[in-house]
Nanobody
Framework: QVQLVESGGGLVQAGGSLRLSCAAS????????MAWFRQAPGKEREFVAQ????????YYGDSMKGRFTISRDNAKNAMYLQMNNLKPEDTAVYYC???????????????WGQGTQVTVSS
């Protein structure tokens, strides 16, 4: 069993930056994958990025490349999302997720945090 807790959301002006954190507790391991998703009002949940618990593999959604960076700190059992040059369309609830499953496709996540709100003002 895995528990995930996000933090770091808030209100930021367009062009600003935020760093989200996800604290994980429970079993991890070599096939453990963690990810960020987001959901804007009235829209479906959208994949942001994922990272392996072991190794250096990362994978990003097309609209996130270049502005968002996913990283992890195994010693702290934590994952991060550095978001730069934020735009109003990045406004959403951001969720931390995890799975013990295949790297691709970016589905099959069965552990979820409660979400953290990110609001970008124009």
């Amino acid at each position: 069993q895995v528990q995930l807790v996000e933090s770091g959301g808030g209100l930021v002006q367009a062009g600003g930056s935020l760093r989200l954190s996800c604290a994980a507790s429970g079993r991890t391991g070599s096939n453990f994958v963690m990810a960020w998703f987001r959901q804007a009002p009235g829209k479906e949940r959208e994949f942001v990025a994922q990272i392996r618990w072991s190794g250096d593999s990362t994978y990003y959604g097309d609209s996130m490349k270049g502005r968002f960076t996913i990283s992890r700190d195994n010693a702290k059992n934590a994952m991060y999302l550095q978001m730069n040059n934020l735009k109003p369309e990045d406004t959403a609830v951001y969720y931390c997720a995890a799975k013990y499953s295949l790297w691709l496709p970016v589905t099959g996540y069965n552990y979820w945090g409660q979400g953290t709100q990110v609001t970008v003002s124009s």
